[in-house]
């Protein structure tokens, strides 16, 4: 079979984050081969024992059989050594911090380690692809594959190409998102945020204008999103689940790409992430969680 047409049988994901490790779980349960890597080893602990919780929940509620479970666990290789799964790969998807040096430098690193066909995507949600794709030899084969969320419920998947992108690679990460069981939602060109991270900032960007100018409390403005506009959650609820560090992040890396005040995070976030309080995964962010 010619490069072009190989199917993907091997993933990486990079980065065993929130958005990592259940992307690789996702991919893992699909029935492809998946390797997480982290530069961490605690970090790939904690994210296997996140992941065999939810999972081993699922049989026990009999979302899932055990069959399918145990054979997805085999699927998934935790993992330091970023050469070899990268170097086994057909598609990499990193989902490392929201920093365009440290992304520039990794993507130049896989590209001289991955097998020339590899396609290598990032889930960034605001850094778009061509800021990565000229730290490789193959733009081509470089595009954004954006997941959600908790990424194993979450039924989307934006995909964007940038300029030089190729046909083959938006159909080839759609392909694979599909067989993930995930809605793809095309793009036909790159903008920072991209669809559904726009929408969720004007949200919350009104959310926390009412805020911060006394108006309402965290929990009345997420009350009123969820009884008034039936939303699953509210925007200061949902902060606290996408991580305030990313919130934050991903604000500044907008502010970079656009240099425009209005991008900047808002005061009572940016206090938040300085006094480290980074949502449900440090136990307290808007609000405080016991476990
Ligand atoms: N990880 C994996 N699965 C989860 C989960 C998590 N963190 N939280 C919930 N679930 C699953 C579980 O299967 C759970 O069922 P069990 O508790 O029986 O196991 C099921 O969802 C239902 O969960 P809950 O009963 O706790 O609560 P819920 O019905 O409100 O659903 C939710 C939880 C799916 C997170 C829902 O509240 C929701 O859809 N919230 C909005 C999420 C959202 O908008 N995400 C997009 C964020 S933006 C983003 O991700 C982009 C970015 O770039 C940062």
Not at 16 to 31: E, K, R, Y
Not at 192 to 210: K, S, T, V
Not at 251 to 265: G, I, K, N, V, W
Request: with cysteine.
């Amino acid at each position: 079979m010619s490069q072009e047409n190989r199917p993907v049988n091997r993933i990486t994901v990079i980065g065993a984050g929130t958005m990592g490790s259940q992307i690789a779980m996702v991919a893992a349960l699909s029935g492809v081969s998946a390797s997480l890597v982290d530069i961490k080893q605690e970090q790939l602990d904690v994210a296997k024992e996140q992941l065999w919780s939810r999972v081993d929940r699922d049989v026990h509620k009999g979302r899932r059989s055990l069959e399918d479970v145990n054979a997805a666990k085999a699927r998934l290789n935790f993992t330091t050594d970023l050469e070899a799964a990268v170097a086994a790969s057909d598609f990499v998807i990193e989902a490392a911090i929201e920093d365009l040096k440290i992304k520039r430098e990794l993507f130049a690193t896989l590209d001289r380690i991955a097998p020339p066909h590899a396609i290598l995507a990032t889930n960034s949600s605001n850094i778009v692809s061509s800021r990565v794709a000229d730290a490789t030899s193959r733009p081509d084969r470089v595009c954004n594959m954006h997941f959600f969320n908790p990424a194993l419920v979450m039924e989307c998947v934006e995909i964007i190409p940038h300029a030089q992108t190729s046909e083959k690679t938006v159909d080839i990460a759609a392909g694979l998102a599909e067989s993930f069981g995930k809605r793809v939602v095309k793009l036909n060109k790159e903008v920072p945020g991209f669809i559904a991270n726009r929408l969720l900032n004007a949200i919350r960007r009104e959310a926390l204008e009412l805020y911060e100018d006394g108006v309402a409390s965290a929990e009345d403005i997420d009350l009123a999103a969820k009884t008034a506009l039936r939303h699953p959650m509210g925007p200061f609820e949902l902060m606290d689940l996408v991580g305030i560090d990313v919130v934050y992040l991903i604000r500044m890396a907008e502010y970079e790409q656009t240099a425009d005040p209005e991008s900047l995070p808002a005061e009572s976030v940016k206090k938040l992430y300085e006094e480290g309080s980074f949502g449900r995964k440090t136990g307290k962010g808007w609000y405080s969680y016991s476990n």
